[in-house]
């Protein structure tokens, strides 16, 4: 499911509420990404449409009498989403397709979105950083420039850029451990789906997989279970991105019904220690990226640590007394 968001002239109150975020460190790496996918993307577009070879231009076209058809390409708002998914960087393509007409740039439009939307734009020679492109929709598809007196067709696409590097389900030496209950979640989730799926841990990495899954830790709480024992219960979001829709729901129908079929997953076989699944459930209209569509409750019983008292050494008892 595609979605549309308003241009930053459109929605003022999404300007006003970055401005008032922090800067994030992934800022400088953001920005300097954005040389590499200007390029990557206009090599994509000219190997989806070869009419476009040698015609793709940055903002505007370098004069009003360029000849068509070509190709303008523009990054527009770069916004700050979660910690997860880091920030979102739009792309926006205008297609003149000069006398070929409107119904041309349809051609090409419906070939771009195909091409693009959940594929790698990936770089050529020396840089191979991969992009995967998101088609995110437009408000008005077809306008008309009203300087050139043009007709052009707008497409609108999203790449995410990690506020990290990213996390695997075993980090790095040196790299922050993920949660001891997280880490355990990747490994059961890669032995379920197997090994033609990556799994991470925290945040999305730079480059994720095509078949990918992410948990992340959303909460938890205690609760008394008696005198002597208390449970501390971990909820989880899971997302799964995939080529298309059906493999993420086939995914995620899979998962689920793994949860109900193993009750208790393993957390430290050797100890004997377990976390049992309390709920499990898939949401398959949320957004892959953003939201996720997993939600998870996992439940451990611990037993409550004993109070160290003074220890009685004798005790005497004495009739009563008539």
């Excluded at 595609?2 to 300007?15: D, G, I, K, L, S």
């Excluded at 880091?86 to 419906?110: F, H, M, P, T």
């Excluded at 953003?290 to 008892?317: F, H, K, S």
Aim: hydrophobic share 40%.
């Amino acid at each position: 499911m595609h979605e549309y968001e308003a241009a930053p002239a459109e929605n003022t109150n999404v300007e006003k509420s970055m401005a008032r975020q922090p800067q994030h460190a992934s800022a400088v790496c953001a920005k300097a990404a954005c040389c590499r996918m200007r390029q990557a993307f206009k090599q994509k577009l000219i190997e989806i449409v070869p009419a476009l070879q040698g015609r793709v231009y940055d903002v505007q076209p370098p004069s009003q009498t360029a000849e068509e058809p070509y190709a303008v390409m523009a990054l527009g708002e770069e916004i700050w989403k979660s910690s997860w998914a880091g920030y979102r960087q739009v792309v926006r393509i205008k297609l003149y397709a000069g006398q070929a007409g409107l119904a041309q740039a349809d051609v090409w439009a419906n070939a771009l979105i195909a091409g693009l939307h959940r594929e790698p734009v990936t770089g050529q020679g020396e840089d191979t950083s991969a992009f995967t492109a998101h088609y995110l929709g437009v408000r008005d598809a077809e306008k008309l420039d009203t300087v050139t007196g043009k007709a052009y067709r707008t497409l609108r696409f999203g790449v995410y850029v990690p506020e990290t590097e990213g996390s695997s389900a075993i980090p790095a030496s040196g790299a922050a451990q993920p949660d001891e209950w997280l880490a355990a979640l990747t490994r059961w989730t890669q032995k379920q789906l197997g090994e033609s799926w990556s799994v991470y841990a925290d945040a999305w990495p730079a480059q994720p997989g095509r078949h990918a899954v992410l948990w992340r830790l959303s909460g938890c709480e205690t609760r008394m279970a008696g005198a002597s024992m208390y449970e501390l219960r971990k909820r989880f979001i899971g997302h799964i991105i995939a080529p298309d829709s059906a493999e993420e729901n086939r995914a995620a129908s899979a998962l689920v019904e793994g949860f109900a079929a193993q009750i208790q997953l393993p957390l430290d076989q050797d100890k004997g220690r377990y976390m049992s699944t309390d709920e499990a459930s898939a949401d398959l209209q949320a957004d892959a990226i953003l939201d996720g569509q997993l939600r998870l409750t996992l439940v451990q019983r611990r037993m409550r640590p004993a109070e160290e008292a003074a220890l009685i050494r004798r005790v005497e008892i004495h009739p009563v007394l008539k």
